[in-house]
């Protein structure tokens, strides 16, 4: 496991790249998420694209555990980052099921020279673009309920310890809103949400490639048009996305305003 703290890093992570004021609105945001209402792929979302914006727009990717324990794929930052969060979960190899299995994150690791460690993700990830990544556990206490993943592109990619303990922190508040809010206090009950989260899902997916195709754009913007309709609307993302599946006409009105 990487030490972020190891004498032969600390020259390289001295410094935090997070703003206090950046890092103030975010926790602001995610705890104004979990509120009535409370969406759990728009929370999960929000907290890919919002850890991804802190980092200088380093692509985030989340996976949660379902019903077996196996992690799946939730939210993403980009459609990159989308298709490695699948390979890792197909081939159950990478940083995000090392963090999840241990329980301690990931950091800092040299793509490059990961091919031992994981020897079908590590090619994978650099071929996509990557020479970088760290990984970070959704936990509460002993409790592991996820991951969350961040790349870099640059082969200096590394991150401060500062920021390391940052993103961390933002991981742990997101794992206790996930496990408390909303009255959630049995296992059973956070099971049947993430599973119903996991189901809206694979609709989700399905209405971002039907309106690409339609539409004539990138799946990022059809997910663009989704999340800004839901939120003008005060939709949750899988309702809308269950009804441009079965009746597009009657959301012809898609727009990104």
Same mark, same amino acid.
């Given at each position: ?10 020259? &390289? ?66 459609? @990159? ?7 890792? *979960?197909? @081939? ?15 950091? @800092?690791?040299?793509? &490059? ?12 990830? *650099? ?27 640059? *082969? ?7 920021? *390391? ?68 609307? @005060? ?23």
């Amino acid at each position: 496991m990487n030490d972020p703290t190891s004498p032969g890093k600390a020259k &390289a992570a001295m410094t935090s790249t997070i703003s206090a004021e950046r890092l103030a609105r975010v926790f602001v945001e995610v705890a104004d998420t979990l509120v009535d209402e409370f969406d759990l792929i728009e929370f999960l979302q929000l907290l890919a694209t919002r850890t991804a914006d802190l980092l200088d727009a380093s692509p985030v990717g989340l996976l949660l555990a379902d019903q077996r324990g196996r992690l799946e794929f939730m939210a993403a930052s980009d459609e @990159n980052v989308k298709l490695l969060e699948l390979f890792q *979960v197909q @081939n159950q190899e990478g940083p995000c099921l090392e963090a999840f299995r241990t329980g301690a994150a990931v950091v @800092n690791a040299d793509l &490059a020279e990961a091919g031992g460690r994981w020897p079908r993700f590590a090619p994978r990830a *650099v071929e996509a673009g990557f020479r970088s990544v760290h990984a970070f556990p959704l936990r509460l206490r002993a409790e592991r309920i996820g991951a969350m993943n961040v790349f870099s592109a640059n *082969v200096g990619g590394r991150l401060a310890d500062t920021d *390391v303990q940052i993103v961390q922190a933002l991981a742990d508040v997101a794992s206790i809103g996930l496990l408390q809010e909303r009255a959630i206090t049995r296992g059973e009950l956070l099971t049947e949400q993430l599973q119903g989260a996991l189901n809206s899902r694979v609709i989700i997916e399905q209405a971002k490639g039907s309106l690409a195709q339609a539409r004539g754009i990138s799946v990022d913007e059809a997910f663009i048009l989704i999340r800004s309709h839901a939120r003008r609307h @005060n939709l949750r993302l899988g309702d809308l996305a269950q009804t441009i599946i079965g009746d597009p006409a009657s959301v012809s009105d898609l727009s990104a305003q």
